[in-house]
């Protein structure tokens, strides 16, 4: 009867064994699924990316392109949007060779 109980014991191992690596290939499996679609999600925003257009604001004759998207200037903290919209605050930043600023060939 104790070799009993033990066969059935070592057979109900083998069989969770079994359904151990069956899992752990399904896991490795869906890893390589989740890698791909990372790799596929970041190529279809780069061309968005590239394509979006970078802001840019007229100082006196000279267009410049925001290329800092937000900054702390002066105590205060901007935007790109802000020095588009503020000429002031362009003329300054240009004054002061800022690098939120840079100039269109």
């Known amino acids: 009867m104790a070799e009993t109980t033990n066969d059935s014991k070592s057979a109900e191992v ?3 064994e079994k359904e151990n690596q069956a ?3 399904q896991i490795e499996g869906k890893d390589k699924i989740i890698e791909a679609l990372k790799v596929e999600l970041k190529e279809a925003k780069a ?3 590239a394509t979006s257009a970078t802001p ?3 100082v006196g004759k000279d267009t410049y392109e925001i290329v800092i998207g937000r900054f702390s200037y ?3 903290t901007y935007t790109a949007a ?3 919209k503020d000429e002031k605050l362009a003329a300054a ?3 002061e060779g800022s690098g939120v ?3 269109k060939s």
Do not use: C, I, R, Y
């Open 93 to 95: 930043l240009v004054k």
């Open 74 to 76: 002066d105590g205060e």
């Open 56 to 58: 840019t604001v007229k």
């Open 101 to 103: 600023l840079v100039k």
């Open 47 to 49: 061309p968005q990316q």
């Open 23 to 25: 899992l752990k290939a």
């Open 82 to 84: 802000d020095v588009a």
């Open 14 to 16: 083998a069989d969770l």
